[in-house]
């Protein structure tokens, strides 16, 4: 085939690869601030926790994000420590995580 249809998103986990991520310890969480530039720690020791269709991260108790994992747009990191996780909510507003892997996943 002379021309092939380009993946857009190539670089996206996808619904499958994100529902792998469940139960998985993170050491940290940082949030990107579009406004002011960089990013901004919002938790520690955390881990992501898939049920039914929500995708959320929680550290020490606390809801850090939470979105439709369908409407999620991740990614892993280039050294794969890590994955991005970015969602515009009800208002408009883009919010976009990174959250660094620790090792293991949770034990319940």
């Known amino acids: 085939m002379l021309f092939k249809k380009k993946n857009k998103n190539k670089n996206c986990m996808t619904i499958e690869q ?3 991520l469940d139960k998985r310890q993170l050491k940290y969480v940082t949030r990107r601030d579009y406004e002011k530039g960089g990013e901004r720690k919002i938790g520690d020791e955390g881990a992501v926790n898939v049920t039914g269709s929500d995708f959320t991260i929680v550290c020490f108790g ?3 994000f939470s979105a ?3 409407e999620i747009k991740a990614g892993e990191l280039m050294d ?3 994955f991005t996780a970015s969602y ?3 208002n408009g507003e883009r919010i976009c995580v990174i959250a660094r892997y620790s ?3 949770v034990k319940l």
């Open 103 to 105: 090792e293991g996943k």
């Open 18 to 20: 994100l529902k792998d």
């Open 88 to 90: 515009t909510d009800k």
């Open 80 to 82: 794969l420590s890590g």
């Open 62 to 64: 606390k809801t850090v």
């Open 68 to 70: 439709p994992i369908n």
